[in-house]
């Protein structure tokens, strides 16, 4: 019978690579909590209506790429494409955006059915954060400052480049919507399949055609920067202005109009070179509209979200992974010989109680003296512990091993071990 293998574009994390995806969550949780915000978790499957209301009848992924089906009540339900429109959902439905200012952060599995590539898969993870009830520059600023934060914390710094763009309101957009798509309609034979589907319904997309021949006409059209109005334009000024004081660099780029339909004023991507197309580890911007679109009160909004994927291949790209990630096991306890090979276990639990902070590994399933040390080598413990058969006469004994070439070794009695391990694994070479 042939092999069940897993659907396309939805990987398994192997125990190899684990670590540094762990490396990864606890670095931006520690970081997001230290801002104050406050972990949210939703479902992965929603109400398809959800997503469409959000992000955009007609937008790539909600015409496109979306996991939806009927569930066995006939209910349309899609799995997430993302993680906004369940926060804002979830947090609206049990009253936390009511006349209040939140600050929440979400970690999880997202899904999209895009051409899967490196970098672009189609169960993928985003850590988000999302701020409600505050509608000024400085909380827009904040949100831009933990991602600048990140990139120190993982010394990915000078890897990633900030791009912000100002799109306006939604009003601006309706007006620079109806001189775009007057200026295509000029040139409609000339677009690309899509674009001429888009001319109507959604000209703004246009503007993201990868088509150079779309792109080649898209020189002489109307620019989003002569339609968006004043109070965004000092908005986003003001953004600038605590950007350069806070000293983060960026690139306004007019063309960075995102993918999804809920953004207004301030939006933005982090950008790599490292990863070739699928370049953009983060993105994010304000969406003051969402909440009322979704039938709550209005409420101003900012939010990001990094993609894990991206991250961790970008860490493993440039080698910015710290060698003390790959060490998960400090010591691996044997018996020399079957007759004593009963009092490992409970050494084990002995010393795992009296030491908490040391990771240790009892061997289990028994096996010759040499097979049982080449288990302990292979382990990627730095120390081994090994009980031996007790004297006659006198104290029983156990001998500390360090597992590197040399094998050198010493033997403690047990009042003695704790101070002895402890000793062997700080003289081991504990990577930074
Ligand atoms: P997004 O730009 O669609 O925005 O996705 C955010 C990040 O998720 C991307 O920059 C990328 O790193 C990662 N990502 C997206 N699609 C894939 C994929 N197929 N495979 C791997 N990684 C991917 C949002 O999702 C918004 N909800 C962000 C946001 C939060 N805006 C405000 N708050």
Same mark, same amino acid.
């Given at each position: 019978?042939?092999?069940?293998?897993?659907?396309?574009?939805?990987?398994?994390?192997?125990?190899?690579?684990?670590?540094?995806?762990?490396?990864?969550?606890?670095?931006?949780?520690?970081?997001?909590?230290?801002?104050?915000?406050?972990?949210? *978790?939703?479902?992965?499957?929603?109400?398809?209506?959800?997503?469409?209301?959000?992000?955009?009848?007609?937008?790539?992924?909600?015409?496109?790429?979306?996991?939806?089906?009927?569930?066995?009540?006939?209910?349309?339900?899609?799995?997430?494409?993302?993680?906004?429109?369940?926060?804002?959902?979830?947090?609206?439905?049990?009253?936390?955006?009511?006349?209040?200012?939140?600050?929440?952060?979400?970690?999880?599995?997202?899904?999209?059915?895009?051409?899967?590539?490196?970098?672009?898969?189609?169960?993928?993870?985003?850590?988000?954060?999302?701020?409600?009830?505050?509608?000024?520059?400085?909380?827009?600023?904040?949100?831009?400052?933990?991602?600048?934060?990140?990139?120190?914390?993982?010394?990915?710094?000078?890897?990633?480049?900030?791009?912000?763009?100002?799109?306006?309101?939604?009003?601006? *957009?309706?007006?620079?919507?109806?001189?775009?798509?007057?200026?295509? $309609?000029?040139?409609?034979?000339?677009?690309?399949?899509?674009?001429?589907?888009?001319?109507?319904?959604?000209?703004?997309?246009?503007?993201?055609?990868?088509?150079?021949?779309?792109?080649?006409?898209?020189?002489?059209?109307?620019?989003?920067?002569?339609?968006?109005?004043?109070?965004?334009?000092?908005?986003?000024?003001?953004?600038?202005?605590?950007?350069?004081?806070?000293?983060?660099?960026?690139?306004?780029?007019?063309?960075?109009?995102?993918?999804?339909?809920?953004?207004?004023?301030?939006?933005?991507?982090? +950008?790599?070179?490292?990863?070739?197309?699928?370049?953009?580890?983060?993105?994010?911007?304000?969406?003051?509209?969402?909440?009322?679109?979704?039938?709550?009160?209005?409420?101003?909004?900012?939010?990001? /979200?990094?993609?894990?994927?991206?991250?961790?291949?970008?860490?493993?790209? +440039?080698?910015?992974?710290?060698?003390?990630?790959?060490?998960?096991?400090?010591?691996?306890?044997?018996?020399?010989?079957?007759?004593?090979?009963?009092?490992?276990?409970?050494?084990?639990?002995?010393?795992?109680?009296?030491?908490?902070?040391?990771?240790?590994?009892?061997?289990?399933?028994?096996?010759?003296?040499?097979? $049982?040390?080449?288990?302990?080598?292979?382990?990627?413990?730095?120390? /081994?512990?090994?009980?031996?058969?007790?004297?006659?006469?006198?104290?029983?004994?156990?001998?500390?091993?360090?597992?590197?070439?040399?094998?050198?070794?010493?033997?403690?009695?047990?009042?003695?071990?704790?101070?002895?391990?402890?000793? /062997?694994?700080?003289?081991?070479?504990?990577?930074?």
């Amino acid at each position: 019978m042939s092999k069940i293998q897993a659907i396309r574009g939805m990987n398994d994390i192997l125990p190899t690579e684990t670590p540094t995806w762990q490396y990864v969550e606890q670095v931006t949780q520690a970081l997001v909590q230290s801002y104050g915000y406050r972990e949210i *978790r939703f479902p992965v499957l929603e109400q398809s209506q959800l997503f469409k209301r959000s992000i955009g009848e007609v937008t790539d992924i909600v015409e496109k790429e979306m996991y939806s089906f009927a569930d066995r009540n006939g209910d349309e339900l899609s799995l997430r494409p993302e993680g906004t429109a369940g926060c804002v959902r979830a947090a609206e439905q049990h009253g936390l955006l009511y006349n209040q200012q939140q600050r929440l952060w979400y970690r999880g599995p997202m899904f999209r059915h895009e051409r899967p590539q490196k970098g672009r898969y189609r169960q993928f993870h985003q850590v988000g954060i999302e701020s409600f009830g505050m509608a000024g520059p400085d909380i827009d600023a904040e949100i831009i400052l933990i991602s600048v934060a990140l990139w120190r914390e993982l010394g990915l710094s000078k890897n990633v480049r900030l791009e912000i763009n100002n799109i306006g309101t939604a009003a601006d *957009r309706r007006a620079f919507g109806a001189a775009l798509t007057a200026f295509l $309609q000029q040139h409609e034979a000339d677009l690309d399949e899509d674009s001429q589907r888009r001319l109507l319904s959604n000209p703004l997309r246009v503007l993201d055609s990868k088509v150079p021949a779309t792109q080649a006409l898209l020189v002489n059209a109307p620019s989003l920067v002569e339609y968006v109005s004043p109070e965004t334009v000092a908005h986003y000024d003001q953004l600038k202005k605590l950007l350069r004081a806070n000293d983060v660099d960026f690139v306004e780029n007019p063309r960075l109009v995102r993918g999804l339909d809920y953004y207004n004023n301030m939006v933005f991507e982090w +950008i790599t070179d490292e990863l070739g197309a699928q370049g953009t580890v983060c993105a994010g911007g304000r969406y003051d509209s969402l909440v009322s679109q979704l039938g709550g009160r209005g409420t101003p909004a900012v939010g990001l /979200a990094f993609g894990m994927e991206r991250l961790v291949l970008l860490l493993e790209t +440039i080698g910015q992974v710290p060698d003390s990630v790959n060490q998960v096991l400090d010591v691996y306890l044997l018996a020399s010989d079957a007759a004593v090979a009963d009092q490992v276990l409970k050494l084990a639990e002995e010393l795992r109680a009296r030491l908490p902070d040391v990771r240790l590994m009892s061997h289990c399933g028994g096996g010759k003296f040499n097979s $049982q040390l080449k288990k302990a080598y292979n382990s990627g413990a730095r120390v /081994a512990v090994i009980v031996d058969t007790p004297p006659d006469t006198g104290e029983q004994t156990v001998r500390v091993r360090q597992l590197d070439e040399e094998g050198s070794s010493e033997a403690v009695t047990l009042q003695n071990l704790d101070a002895a391990l402890l000793k /062997a694994l700080a003289q081991t070479s504990a990577p930074a």
